[in-house]
């Protein structure tokens, strides 16, 4: 359907034109359509390109008029726009743009509107500043000195001399045979690993190595310290403790370490409480190391080492051993401490190490430690620091788990040696449960290497596996096919630690830190030490402390003795200088005499003293550098101060915007809905119901906007008088319906 304008006739009636016109056109479109019908026709097997249809002349000017509703309706949504921004400039509380607005001189709009600038850029500068700085330093530590109260650490003992100088001088023999029948003095070690004794050094080195395996595959516990032999004295908070609170820990270094737990028939917790930094609330102990007989006695004295050093007399026959086996003759002629041996080129000093490490931890070898010396009182004194982190990415920490099992690792603090060592079933190893630390990820990651590089674990870090599993491990020290497989797997993990190891571990500690605990407990030990004990007081010191204590103690008849199975030695015949029987048969300590070493005195025990500066320690807690209130406040003031701006601002800001965006569309909605109205009035008109002068009244009213709403039956003849007198002055066209 098309309207079509004409212009109008004065003599001649509406309705008659229109209908003579319709009937006209309609046979013209009849004539033409059929010819051109049969035209286009296609002929068989051609295809043909169907040309689109010319418009019509009629909706030129009508796509002309539609255009330009468009550009006028922009400039009008402009325009819109513009008029909201002006109204928003008047009652804004930015004080700078308001002055604009107000302002009736043009030079004061330019000042104000580069004072506004000027603010923004300024403002916009600090805030860039403000927000670089919180991503270099997100979190501020907090320190507060007396923010939390010192608990006691636990407190691991170790031996810097491992092999106990008592066992090696009274238990040689058994010693000697006990090497003889099971590893044969390490004589197929040698052959196997021919070519790499050729100096001092590599033999040194080799012997050494010998015995770090004799340690992986034996039961080495007796041949150690004895924690009974270990303590003299000991008091903790003025009370008694005992070998009942020190648990065993083995590593390749030290051997038998003692880790001491304040636990005793109250709570824990309690227990471990500090209340004041005097001596007496800390862990008193007067230990003996028991690591210098060997210089009192003239038949084991050092002078006698030659023969292992010595290049030239390798060869020469010996009335004691294998010429062949330089390790043979050593041990058999006693050449050569053990410890000194096992202490390879490092000339540890005397002494015992102490270790301050947190409640349930594994006492590490890389933690915090201090070395007490032979001969001295010393007085280690800790401060306690809870450090309590913020898990971030950048700086990532490990939060506390609910489940125990993330929260613990578990390693063999001792365990027994092969089966042929025992005449029943071998027990298992002792597994002790740690609290996990950022070191036992270091650990477990240097076992996964070992492991995927020599299907083998190593020695030198916690295990969690039996001692079967580990590469320096031999079942059987006297069979070659053993032998072989056994060094196989030694050359590998030498390896494996010399070139991989050595420069993986600076990563693994880097990647441990997110393995760190965000809350824990960190000590800070320093030492000061004198000379013990006086002149006057070794005499006392015997008396009181040692005899009581050695009186009836005897190494070799402990039930986990796996060498020393006939061996008892007595350290009080070392200490003084009476026989086992005088002493085991008196009653009391006065019924017999004794004399003693005073060099033995001061290079075989020492006292020392563990104890809290304070009672309280300092709490460091990281805290996000902003928290939301001052982050709130800092930005906020910030714009208050560069541009006036606040909170009301902002929701000024949001209704501005909320106006720009739904103005428009108000517009083009009532536009919508004017169009779909005259549509409806247009469909009336065909159906009969509403005269075509009728239709063109409202589309004038809707093209100047003003049409809202639908003709009532009311106004119909209003509508159609002033049509009707429209048509008669000629201000507008009639429309035609060309159906």
């Not at 034996?218 to 003025?238: G, M, N, P």
């Not at 002792?430 to 590089?453: A, E, G, H, I, P």
């Not at 005499?593 to 304070?614: G, P, Q």
């Not at 509403?690 to 049409?707: H, I, M, T, W």
Request: glycine share 6%; hydrophobic share 30%.
């Amino acid at each position: 359907m098309i309207l079509q304008p004409i212009m109008p006739d004065g003599n001649s009636s509406n309705a008659e034109e229109a209908s003579d016109h319709r009937s006209q056109q309609a046979s013209q479109q009849a004539s033409q359509i059929s010819p051109q019908s049969t035209a286009q026709q296609p002929q068989e097997g051609i295809i043909q390109q169907q040309q689109p249809a010319a418009q019509p002349a009629a909706y030129r000017p009508q796509q002309a008029r539609m255009d330009q509703r468009k550009k006028k309706k922009s400039s009008e949504t402009v325009k819109l726009l513009i008029s909201e921004f002006n109204d928003y400039g008047h009652r804004t509380t930015v004080h700078g743009l308001g002055h604009m607005y107000q302002s009736t001189d043009v030079r004061r709009k330019l000042f104000w509107l580069l004072i506004t600038i000027v603010g923004c850029f300024a403002c916009g500068i600090h805030i860039y500043f403000i927000v670089a700085n919180y991503n270099e330093t997100p979190v501020n530590s907090v320190i507060l000195n007396g923010g939390v109260h010192v608990n006691f650490p636990d407190v691991t003992l170790c031996n810097m001399y491992p092999i106990s100088e008592s066992v090696q001088n009274h238990g040689a023999g058994e010693i000697r045979g006990h090497i003889r029948k099971y590893w044969r003095f390490f004589r197929g070690f040698i052959k196997a690993s021919a070519g790499m004794d050729n100096s001092t050094k590599d033999r040194f080195k080799m012997a050494r190595k010998f015995f770090q395996i004799f340690w992986a595959s034996e039961d080495t516990r007796d041949l150690a310290h004895d924690d009974d032999l270990f303590l003299v004295y000991c008091r903790y908070k003025s009370r008694p403790c005992s070998n009942k609170q020190f648990k065993m820990v083995q590593n390749i270094d030290y051997w038998n370490c003692y880790t001491f737990t304040p636990k005793f028939d109250g709570e824990e917790e309690e227990d471990r409480r500090v209340y004041s930094g005097n001596e007496d609330e800390g862990l008193n102990l007067i230990m003996y190391t028991n690591s210098h007989l060997r210089n009192i006695h003239a038949s084991n004295a050092l002078t006698t080492t030659k023969g292992f050093y010595d290049e030239e007399n390798n060869g020469k026959d010996s009335s004691n051993g294998d010429k062949s086996n330089y390790l043979e003759r050593y041990l058999v002629n006693y050449n050569l401490s053990l410890n000194q041996l096992l202490a390879g080129d490092k000339m540890e000093p005397d002494g015992i190490r102490v270790i301050l490490h947190e409640k349930g931890t594994y006492p590490h070898m890389d933690m915090n430690s201090v070395i007490v010396g032979n001969g001295d009182y010393s007085k280690v004194v800790f401060s306690m620091e809870r450090k309590i982190s913020k898990n971030r990415p950048d700086f990532p920490c490990r939060e506390t788990s609910e489940d125990a099992a993330d929260e613990e690792v578990e390693y063999v603090s001792y365990y027994p040696g092969v089966d042929v060592r025992y005449t029943t079933k071998r027990p298992p190893p002792n597994f002790k449960k740690f609290k996990r630390d950022r070191l036992d990820y270091v650990v477990t990651r240097v076992q996964d290497l070992f492991w995927s590089s020599c299907s083998c674990y190593t020695h030198v870090v916690p295990f969690s596996h039996f001692n079967s599993k580990l590469c320096y491990f031999c079942r059987n020290g006297t069979d070659p096919v053993e032998i072989r497989r056994t060094l196989e797997r030694v050359h590998c993990h030498d390896r494996v630690y010399q070139n991989q190891l050595k420069k993986n571990i600076l990563t693994y500690f880097s990647d441990s830190q997110r393995f760190q605990p965000c809350t824990g407990d960190e000590y800070d030990v320093k030492m000061g030490s004198s000379a013990w004990p006086s002149q006057r007081d070794i005499m006392f010191l015997v008396d009181q402390y040692v005899i009581p204590a050695f009186l009836h103690e005897s190494v070799g008849n402990r039930s986990y003795n796996s060498i020393l199975k006939n061996t008892r030695v007595y350290p009080i015949r070392d200490i003084v200088g009476t026989t086992p029987e005088q002493a085991i048969g008196s009653k009391t300590i006065k019924s017999f005499n004794w004399t003693v070493d005073e060099f033995l005195i001061r290079k075989s025990f020492l006292k020392v003293a563990i104890h809290a500066d304070s009672p309280t320690g300092t709490l460091n807690e990281e805290v996000e550098s902003y928290s939301f209130a001052e982050a709130l406040s800092e930005i906020g003031g910030i714009f208050g101060l560069y541009a006036g701006v606040s909170l009301l601002t902002f929701f000024e800001f949001v209704e501005l915007a909320y106006l720009m965006a739904t103005k428009p569309k108000e517009v083009t909605r009532h536009e919508k809905d004017g169009k779909s109205k005259f549509a409806m009035l247009q469909q009336t008109m065909e159906d009969g119901e509403l005269p075509a002068s009728e239709v063109l009244k409202y589309k004038q009213l809707f093209d100047r906007g003003n049409c809202c709403a639908l003709p009532t039956a009311s106004a119909s003849q209003q509508s159609r008088s002033f049509i009707m007198q429209a048509e008669r002055e000629g201000s507008v066209r009639r429309p035609v319906i060309v159906s």
